[in-house]
């Protein structure tokens, strides 16, 4: 077991290195946005296709849905007293869902009902939560930090049967969100964009 009496622990290299991309991903949303006017936010290139507002939206309604989850692997991790120092392994499986969420995604998927944009939100209120969501799963990663990030199991809040190591929860996450920022660039880039 890690000795945690001793004063804060230095953060383990995988968990420095998802904090770093939980935070680029703040940083790169407010560059995406910040010359953007609300119509080219809110414009969407078809009647079936997410604008920006909705990309990003997305983002939060998924960290809503899944912060939950690792509060409770996290707790029982604790609990439980599973401790690692790393680096991990984690199963193919896990690394695999990692891999095909990076951009550019190799095929698209429907979300499902439970990670669906709110209708209509204000901007200032998607961005402000998106920042939001940054700062509570680098929360979640200290929380996370001396944890065996390999062995310690993440319940799927789509599927309650799926289960998933803390690590590539995390990884997940991370490559999910550059995922649909790499999408908010490629609306800028389409034709019929608000110039």
């Known amino acids: 077991?890690?000795?945690?009496?001793?004063?804060?622990?230095?953060?383990?290299?995988?968990?420095?290195?998802?904090?770093?991309?939980f935070e680029h991903v703040s940083e790169d949303a407010d560059a995406?946005?910040?010359?953007l006017r609300d119509e080219q936010f809110n414009w969407r290139p078809a009647v079936d296709a997410w604008s920006i507002a909705?990309?990003?939206?997305?983002?939060?309604?998924t960290a809503r849905n899944y912060l939950p989850a690792l509060d409770e692997a996290i707790a029982e991790a604790i609990r439980r007293g599973v401790y690692g120092v790393g680096p991990f392994r984690y199963a193919w499986a896990g690394r695999l869902i990692v891999r095909?969420?990076?951009?550019?995604?190799?095929?698209?998927?429907?979300?499902?009902?439970?990670?669906?944009?709110?209708?209509n939100r204000a901007r200032n209120e998607v961005m402000a939560a998106l920042r939001a969501y940054q700062v509570q799963f680098v929360d979640r990663l200290r929380q996370a930090n001396?944890?065996?990030?390999?062995?310690?199991?993440?319940?799927?809040?789509?599927?309650?049967?799926?289960?998933?190591?803390?690590?590539?929860?995390?990884?997940?996450?991370?490559?999910?969100?550059?995922?649909?920022?790499?999408?908010?660039?490629?609306?800028?880039?389409?034709?019929?964009?608000?110039?």
């Open 54 to 61: 909705e990309c990003l939206d997305h983002l939060n309604a």
């Open 32 to 35: 995406v946005t910040a010359q």
């Open 146 to 195: 001396g944890l065996d990030l390999g062995r310690v199991r993440v319940r799927s809040p789509m599927n309650k049967w799926l289960r998933f190591s803390l690590g590539s929860g995390f990884a997940f996450m991370a490559a999910h969100e550059r995922r649909h920022l790499w999408q908010t660039r490629q609306i800028i880039a389409m034709k019929g964009f608000p110039s």
């Open 1 to 21: 077991m890690l000795d945690v009496a001793s004063g804060p622990l230095a953060l383990t290299p995988e968990i420095e290195e998802l904090r770093r991309q």
């Open 100 to 119: 095909l969420c990076e951009p550019p995604p190799p095929f698209r998927v429907r979300a499902p009902k439970l990670f669906l944009p709110a209708p």
